[in-house]
């Protein structure tokens, strides 16, 4: 069977990888738009019960993957003058750059052609028995076929921003900060030994009422 994985992102490279395993004679693509090595994120945290997952399914990547991950087992929260830690259950964090890294090795291992700056639209697909749309969340194949398939997209409501930071965090950490115009908060865990994510995130009306005046005072 001939495959073109639209997107070369984690679905695809994983796709790719599994229909390789399960039989090899299948011909496949992946397709990605941007250059080798570029990624938009930080980033990618995942749980134990994925971890042992991706072991059944094909061990080699699994053991990559976790090789490369920092781990935390806690759950740390802020609020005003407070904090409090719990245990928890086993997490994981891997920079996405690493991620795609070790996918695309794996994928190439297995003779999966990558093809990078290598765009598809409806208009240019490629010449296979399966065409996979894995091109992201604004992808132009799944849009041209909401209809057939029942896809409904719903916006949250909620402002935020994903951010890359110097700090490590050691534990799934939670912050909560009040200020003029409602509570501001941000999740962060780490993704590598000198990297984390943080997300910043607010209610609308928080946000309207930072825009409208500027700097505002912060009660942590």
Known sequence: MKVACVGGGPAGLYLSILLKLQDPSHDITVYERNPEGSTYGWGVTY???????????????????????????HGVAHVRDLATRQDGDEGHGIGRHRLLELLAARARSLDVRLEFEHG??????????????????????????????????????????????????????????????GWI??????????????????????WT????????????
């Open 47 to 73: 749980w134990r019960g994925l971890l042992d997952r991706l072991h059944t399914h094909d061990p080699e990547s699994a053991r990559a993957v976790e090789e490369h991950s920092v781990r935390w087992n």
């Open 120 to 181: 598809i639209t409806p208009e240019n697909l490629p010449d296979a028995d399966l065409v996979v749309a894995g091109d992201g969340v604004h992808s132009a194949l799944r849009t041209a076929h909401t209809a057939h398939f029942g896809t409904e997209v719903k916006a949250g409501r909620n402002h935020y921003i994903w951010l890359g930071t110097t700090k490590v965090f050691d534990a799934f950490t939670f912050a909560f900060v009040e200020t003029d115009h």
């Open 185 to 206: 908060w941000c999740y962060g865990y780490g993704f590598g030994p000198d990297r984390s994510t943080c997300v910043i995130e607010c209610a609308p009306e928080t």
């Open 209 to 220: 009422g930072l825009a409208s005046t500027g700097p505002t005072r912060a009660r942590a």
